[in-house]
């Protein structure tokens, strides 16, 4: 597997690796095995183009993410400060959403 030049790889806590091959919009764990295997794997597949080969997205970057790490993620505490909740769409507020 050919990941240069944006291709990260992160050395995960369970002992597997994290890899990002950019260019082929793919991100996968493997374990560090003798003959390693992929743990699961995710492809950012864009839509298909008249019958040619199929199209992939570039993945700038991946990272796994300890649980704790992202604190906004389990609550709607952030840090101590109460979340910011979005206003409800426009379309149940009674304002017509702009149009250009």
């Known amino acids: ?5 944006w291709g990260e790889q992160q050395l995960l806590p369970n002992g597997n690796v994290l890899i990002t091959e ?4 793919r991100v996968i764990e ?11 794997s995710y492809v950012n597949d864009l839509a298909e183009s008249g019958g040619h ?17 992202l604190p906004f993620v389990d ?3 952030i840090a101590g400060r109460e979340a910011i909740i979005p206003r409800e769409p426009a379309e149940t507020t ?3 959403p702009t149009r250009g």
Not at 1 to 5: A, C, G, H, K
Not at 22 to 25: C, D, E, L, V
């Open 30 to 40: 493997v374990t560090r095995e003798t003959q390693p295997r992929i743990v699961w």
């Open 1 to 5: 597997m050919l990941t240069e030049p």
């Open 22 to 25: 950019s260019f082929a919009g």
């Open 94 to 96: 009674g304002m017509s």
């Open 53 to 69: 080969q199929p199209r992939h997205g570039i993945v700038g970057a991946a990272r796994r993410f300890a649980p704790g790490e």
């Open 75 to 77: 609550g709607p505490e």
